[in-house]
């Protein structure tokens, strides 16, 4: 065997020994009782052993831009207009050392996989995703990295040829997700219609920004569970935000959340970022601005959960830890732990891999553990202390920074 983590807790408090070989788990047992040799072995007494951590949705090209990006309003079209107003002054360089900062601080926190957007724009063009891919690239060793294109709109008409031409050309150039933010586009039926047909056409993963804001009317995810249940589509698909579903009544939420189950559509909570960009406009009745988590669980949606920005103008905040959106998830979701913990592990592995994930034999040994006595304590607490496990290897700095 190549690893034995010794007398780790699990989510049911067992103690445990686990045996890696290669990148996958292959044997687990009472501590103790695992008798043959491995080359190598880590005490993990005291520590909570689970899944590693996957994040299913940031913008790594944006990080870490909050003190040079100004955004006065605190809402979503003040950071979208403050960071216009500096594209300018973002290199292609500048994004790369911050996104592998951001990258190296997810890991260190239990990351094992992310799914980025990167701004796909007529006045940055590439940038971002060229920036990235240098990322995925160098960052490879300990961090899945899957790219999304997020193209600017207008998207439809002849106000959306140029950005229908720079969709082409980021596919050409590699990306490994298809999106986009219908809910920003003048014809969002229309931009949905256009990026759904991009990722049917290229075998892509689709994952669009809907229905980010507070409006009623607004139906991105309705009607992309419609057009894919019309025409059978079978696609991996997700729609990320989602925060209109939280205004309707509750006899629209259980009907939407049956579309969106039968479509087979993947939903991407963001409950960070959209508790600080929605809901300014009102001093009374704050809205949570958090997506029926619940409602879309019962009726058989996969859900996941991310932290979206990570200190930029979208978002002020943010420590790189799913560990922290979890927490947010059992104040303001109402979720118990171990589902919480399960939007930004096994569900979200899910969602953005295409794969199951757990403490389990047979299962790639992509893991974590933190320094708790429960699950529950090392939500509360989100202890920096923590071993990191990625394809069997156990991760440090050192091996972060093997170039």
């Excluded at 052993?49 to 940031?58: C, G, I, N, R």
């Excluded at 831009?65 to 079209?77: C, E, I, Q, S, W």
């Excluded at 950005?163 to 980021?170: K, P, S």
């Excluded at 589509?233 to 006899?251: D, F, K, M, P």
Aim: overall charge negative; glycine content about 6%.
């Amino acid at each position: 065997m190549s690893l034995l983590l010794r007398s780790a807790t699990l989510a049911d408090n067992s103690i445990v020994d686990v045996a890696i070989s290669g990148d996958t788990i292959v044997w687990i047992g009472n501590s103790g009782s695992y008798e043959e040799e491995c080359k190598e072995s880590l005490d993990l007494h005291g520590y909570v052993l689970t899944s590693s951590f996957v994040e299913p949705h940031a913008h790594l090209d944006k990080a870490f831009l909050a003190d040079r990006v100004h955004n006065p309003d605190g809402d979503l079209m003040g950071a979208i207009r403050g960071l216009h107003d500096v594209r300018n002054t973002i290199t292609l360089e500048d994004t790369i050392v911050r996104a592998i900062r951001a990258v190296e601080l997810m890991s260190r926190n239990g990351v094992t996989a992310i799914r980025t957007h990167a701004d796909t724009t007529l006045d940055a063009g590439l940038t971002s995703i060229h920036a990235l891919q240098k990322v995925k690239s160098a960052c490879s060793h300990f961090m899945d990295i899957r790219i999304a294109m997020l193209l600017e709109w207008p998207i439809s008409g002849m106000e959306g040829a140029d950005h229908r031409a720079l969709a082409r050309d980021a596919i050409d150039s590699g990306v490994d997700v298809i999106g986009g933010c219908p809910h920003l586009d003048p014809d969002p039926h229309g931009a949905i219609d256009y990026l759904l047909g991009l990722a049917l056409e290229t075998g892509l993963p689709l994952d669009l920004h809907a229905d980010e804001n507070l409006r009623p009317t607004s139906n991105d995810l309705e009607y992309l569970a419609e057009v894919m249940s019309i025409d059978n589509i079978e696609h991996q698909v997700a729609a990320s935000h989602c925060v209109s579903l939280s205004t309707r009544s509750e006899n629209d939420i259980r009907i939407i959340s049956d579309k969106v189950a039968s479509a087979g559509i993947s939903v991407i909570s963001l409950p960070q970022t959209n508790l600080f960009l929605q809901g300014r406009n009102t001093d009374r009745h704050v809205p949570r601005a958090i997506t029926p988590i619940t409602a879309l669980r019962k009726a058989g949606v996969l859900v996941a959960a991310g932290a979206d920005n990570l200190q930029d103008p979208f978002n002020l905040m943010g420590r790189g830890d799913p560990l922290e959106i979890a927490s947010l998830l059992i104040t303001a979701s109402h979720l118990n732990p171990d589902v919480a913990h399960s939007l930004v592990s096994t569900h979200a592995s899910s969602v953005i891999l295409n794969q199951p994930a757990g403490v389990a034999v047979g299962m790639k040994a992509n893991l974590v553990a933190v320094k708790a006595t429960t699950l529950r304590e090392s939500i509360a607490m989100g202890p920096p202390d923590r071993h990191v496990v990625y394809g069997g290897v156990v991760i440090d700095d050192q091996f972060r920074n093997r170039k």
